[in-house]
Every structure is written in structure tokens, then in C-alpha cells.
């Protein structure tokens, strides 16, 4: 079998491993969050659309209007804020990003203290200092 269809067969195994944990359980899960192991790692759901969509470049096939954060209707996406500023997600906390991991990223939420995470895809708001 060629390696591209086998990366595509990879990356389809992984989906419906994935799709099949909701499946398996009357909760709802946060698709996003959860986790299948494939290219001997373990990945979430984040990780998993990052590599259909690198594997869909790869092959011609990528969307014509790439997620590549744009600014849209007042939001700017995660990956395109610089380390130091502050945003919101929502109205009860302001956060500030304080790195930059590869996939995920840290930040503080300045009302608790909390470290929390953020898919570089999320959509925040930008709030001044």
C-alpha cells in the first residue's frame, strides 16, 4: 500500500477510534479533549485534526479558505497572540498567555492564579492591560 494511503488509513482508524469513545458512553464528551493512540503516541482530538488537515495539504486537498487566524467579528484566534498579552474567553476571567508550547497554550487566568490551557485554534477576545 502506498504511504499516502496508509497515512490516510492511519488517520481514519484514529477518528473512528475516537468517534467511538462517545459512542461507548451516555456522557458527552468534549471530542477535543479525549485522547487515541496512533504514530505511537497519544493524541487528542486537537492533535488529530491538525494532522488530517497537514495530511489533506499533503494530497491537494486542503480547504480553500484555510483556518489561519484571521481575525473574525471581534476574535482572534489563540496562536496569533502574542506571549504577555491578555484576552478572555468569557466574561469571569482574564487570562494572560505566558508560552508557547507546540500544540497547547499555558496561560494564567489572573483573577485565580489558574494555569490553564488553550488549543491554538480557540477564538478569545483581547482585552487591554
Known amino acids: 500500500m502506498p504511504e499516502q494511503e496508509n497515512r490516510a488509513v492511519t488517520l481514519l482508524k484514529a477518528a473512528r477510534d475516537l468517534l467511538r469513545k462517545q459512542y461507548d458512553t451516555p456522557y458527552v464528551l468534549n471530542m477535543l479533549e ?7 503516541a497519544d493524541c487528542d482530538g486537537n492533535c488529530l485534526i491538525d494532522d488530517i ?3 489533506l495539504e499533503e494530497i491537494g486537498e486542503a480547504d480553500e479558505e484555510p483556518f489561519d487566524g484571521t481575525p473574525c467579528d471581534g476574535y482572534v ?4 497572540i502574542p506571549i504577555g498579552s491578555r484576552f478572555r474567553i468569557g466574561p469571569s476571567c482574564v487570562y494572560e498567555k505566558i508560552d508557547s508550547h507546540v ?6 487566568c489572573l483573577d485565580t492564579g489558574l494555569i490553564t490551557n488553550f488549543y491554538a485554534h480557540s477564538q478569545v477576545r483581547l482585552v487591554t492591560r
Open 103 to 108: 500544540a497547547k497554550k499555558n496561560t494564567v
Open 53 to 55: 488537515n497537514e495530511y
Open 34 to 40: 479525549q485522547t487515541v493512540h496512533y504514530d505511537d
Open 77 to 80: 484566534f489563540f496562536k496569533d
